[in-house]
Every structure is written in structure tokens, then in C-alpha cells.
């Protein structure tokens, strides 16, 4: 199975983490987010991918490679950032006769894709949202099919979401599909978009039904990112044994390997990677990147990126009567 991996936004929501890496090599639960996303299509049958790159792709294809070397993969660059219709229309030289996934790269849900092994029809991943202005929404008709697919609707029209996993019986009629949205000049916001293409598969009399997912993680932000470290670990439990010195650990955690914790407690949701040092501090629900150090802190909810160093000093505080103070 061939799947169409749309990574070329530059992450300004997750910025500075993405100032040096792309979003998708951010790390959570263990490993970066495509990491869990290629394990997932895993059980679908992926064993090609194709990843559209833009701000930093190099990095991308070269950890793919490294991480996944049984993994056919390939790429092509995305120099205009003009729609996911644009981004997964580049792939249509790479796309054989049969049927194609489309998987975005900063998706994770709870669901077993296996669902999709020899699956011949279009399929789309669905959840139902609160705010269905923000997404794609499936209307759907009392059996369950797709009827309509529209992009950020304005006005109330269901609250099924796409979640960014696809399933196209041919991956050359996407391809047409994504082409014709250039053809006719169908932008949605400006953009070029996938749900448009979708629709316009569906009117030409395609068939598209939907499935809907147990739950969606999102890793747009630090603040969801960290939501999501959360969830997975809690799931799938922690990982890893550092190297411990007059310390605990409270679980879930996952530790890379060469992790020191001295004189510390860590945890519940804490994920630490290569390397890291940490010493005399307080740490839960924190994402801990590679080489990283952290000494004489009381650190929640946060993210240290790749080799960063953050010592906390002693306070000496004198306060009067009636106080209200947060250090």
C-alpha cells in the first residue's frame, strides 16, 4: 500500500520547537510524531511512502530512511504553499494503477487502521467536534454515505470532521481530481483544497463511506502536543529504564536511551529523550528533547527542545501580610 504524506508547513504554532526541526520530527510519547503516525499505517499495509516536503524536508526524508529502512520512500518537494489539493496533487508521478492513502503528518488517532487492509472503496477517517467550523465536515445521508464535503463551513452543516486519514480505491482519480481544482480555479480560502478535489470525485458518482475513530490527538501546539504526549502515554504505558541516583520515577514515562536522573523526581507524562541530565528538580508532564539538561527545577507542562540547558537558582523571597505570589 502506497501512502501520500503531506509535510511541508513550516509549524509557525509550534515555534521555537520548529525554528530547527519540522513539525513531524517533534518528539512525543517516546518518539516524533511521524514515527507514530508510520506505525499506525503500518497495520493499513504501508510499505511505501511518499512525503511532500517543503521547510526543512531534508531532515524529514533522511530520519524516514534511517528510522524505517524496510520503508520504500520517496518525496517531492512543495515550493508554493498553496493547498493540501496542491501538496498531494505533486504526487501524481509516483502513483501507481490501484488504490492510495493520504495521511497528514501531524495526525494521530486511537484506531486500528488495520481496518483498511484490503479495503477497496474510498474510506474517510471521521470524529465527531465541537467546533466544526475549523475542519473539514462529512454530510453524510441515513445509510451512512457521503453525500457532501465541505470545507470550514460558515454555517452549520453536520459535525463529523475529517481527521486526516484517506482512503482512495484509485489513486490516479485523485490525482485527476487534485489536478481539475487547478483547471477550474476551485479555491477554498484561497487554497487549493483536498475536500474540494473529494467532491468533485463525488460528483462525477464516486462513492466515499466514512469511519470514525475512537480518538484524535492533536499536535498543532506545545499546549496540545503536551495534551497528546499525555494520552499516548497513559494508553500505551511508558518506556525505557534511565540511569536513577537517589531518585523516582512516576509513571507513565518514556526514556530514550542514556537518560540520568539524579536526586529528581520525574513524572507521571514525561517524555525524555537521548542523553539527557537531569538533576536536583521536579519534573512531570514535560517534553524533554535530546541532549537536553535541567538542574535545581520545578518544571511542568513544558517543552525543552534539543541540547537546551535550563538551571534554576535559589530564591530568597520576603513577603508581607496577605500575599498572593506564584514563583
Not at 490501484?98 to 484490503?118: E, F, N
Not at 463525488?202 to 502536543?225: M, N, P, R
Amino acid at each position: 500500500m502506497h501512502c501520500i504524506i503531506p509535510a511541508a508547513g513550516m509549524g509557525t504554532r509550534m515555534r521555537p520547537h520548529t525554528w530547527s526541526a519540522p513539525k513531524p520530527l517533534l518528539p512525543v510519547a517516546g518518539k516524533p510524531i511521524l514515527g507514530h503516525l508510520i506505525d499506525s499505517l503500518a497495520e493499513a499495509g504501508v510499505d511505501r511512502v511518499t512525503l511532500i516536503t517543503g521547510y526543512l524536508g531534508d531532515m524529514l526524508v533522511e530520519w524516514t530512511r534511517k528510522a524505517y529502512p524496510g520503508l520504500r520512500v520517496d518525496f517531492v518537494r512543495q515550493e508554493n504553499a498553496d493547498g493540501l489539493g496542491a501538496a498531494v496533487g505533486l504526487a501524481r508521478g509516483m502513483v501507481e494503477d490501484g488504490p492510495v492513502m493520504v495521511a497528514l503528518s501531524d495526525t494521530l488517532v486511537a484506531s486500528d487502521l488495520g481496518i483498511l487492509r484490503g479495503c477497496g472503496g474510498n474510506m474517510l477517517a471521521v470524529c465527531p467536534v465541537a467546533n466544526p467550523e475549523r475542519f473539514g465536515i462529512v454530510v453524510t445521508d441515513e445509510s451512512g454515505r457521503v453525500r457532501r464535503l465541505v470545507e470550514k463551513p460558515s454555517e452549520p452543516v453536520g459535525n463529523l470532521a475529517i481527521v486526516g486519514i484517506y482512503h482512495f480505491a484509485s489513486g490516479p482519480a485523485l490525482m485527476e481530481a487534485c489536478a481539475r481544482l487547478k483547471t477550474l480555479g476551485i479555491r477554498t480560502r484561497g487554497e487549493y483544497q483536498l475536500t474540494d478535489a473529494m467532491q468533485l470525485m463525488l460528483s462525477d458518482g464516486a462513492v466515499f463511506s466514512t469511519w470514525t475513530v475512537d480518538e484524535w490527538f492533536d499536535c498543532g501546539t506545545t499546549a496540545t502536543l503536551l495534551a497528546t504526549n499525555r494520552a499516548l502515554l497513559d494508553a500505551r504505558g511508558g518506556e525505557g529504564e534511565p540511569e536513577l541516583e537517589n531518585s523516582i520515577v512516576v509513571p507513565p514515562c518514556a526514556f530514550a536511551a542514556g537518560v540520568r536522573v539524579l536526586n529528581s523526581v520525574v513524572g507521571p507524562h514525561v517524555s525524555v529523550g537521548e542523553g539527557v541530565e537531569i538533576r536536583d528538580s521536579v519534573v512531570r508532564n514535560c517534553i524533554l528533547g535530546n541532549g537536553s539538561r535541567l538542574s535545581g527545577g520545578f518544571l511542568t507542562g513544558s517543552m525543552l527542545g534539543a541540547g537546551a540547558s535550563l538551571v534554576c537558582r535559589e530564591r530568597t523571597l520576603s513577603a508581607g501580610d496577605d500575599c498572593d505570589i506564584q514563583v
